[in-house]
């Protein structure tokens, strides 16, 4: 028996067709970890060492990608062909038994053949893309989170919806910030422009 494990179930579930009785797709239904909301999931002092966390929804779906692990030959990760989908990969990796031995694939279309095509060309997980995803993660975490607190604080109350902030918003902020310090740090002065035509004497 080989293990695919893709994101989600409806995807399972037609790649399983493809594939037949040799293979077992499982889904895990996106991200299996995440940064726990409470302070020190993030350690800027430690190399910005994270702590990532199993959440409650995973667990159900994660105990029967371990158990199917257990008992396959291959184990075969074909989450989304993204930075999400590396992450989600790298972390189920993670999850799995030590010296668990997987294989990641990728397609951009759930047809017979990109998914067969894919199978024949396994690589290791792309550790560029899960550490960009990593940085995203942390940007919000460490930026975001501290920062939508003071706009529901200052902009948004007395209203229902709550505003928010992340890696993106803050950046252009700081930004628009900058430029308005440049304006009102400008000091004005005053200066002429005087235009001459000259004519060379004949002596």
Known sequence: MNLVIVESPAKAKTINKYLG?????????????DLPSKNGSVDPENNFKMLWEIDSFSKK????????????????????PDR??????WHIS????KNTITKRVSFNSITKDAVLKALDHPRSIDMALVNAQQAR????RIVGYKISPLLNRRIQRGKESSLSAGRVQS???????DREKEITAFTPVEYWNISAMLQAGSG
């Open 94 to 97: 993670q999850i799995l038994p």
């Open 137 to 140: 993660r942390l940007l919000d």
């Open 21 to 33: 009785n040799d293979y077992k797709v499982l889904a895990s239904y996106g991200h299996v970890r």
């Open 171 to 177: 950046v252009a902020l700081l930004l628009v910030v």
């Open 84 to 89: 999400e989908g590396e992450a989600i990969a």
């Open 61 to 80: 779906y994660l105990k029967e990608i371990t158990d199917t692990a257990a008992d396959s030959e291959k184990i075969i990760l074909a989450t989304d």
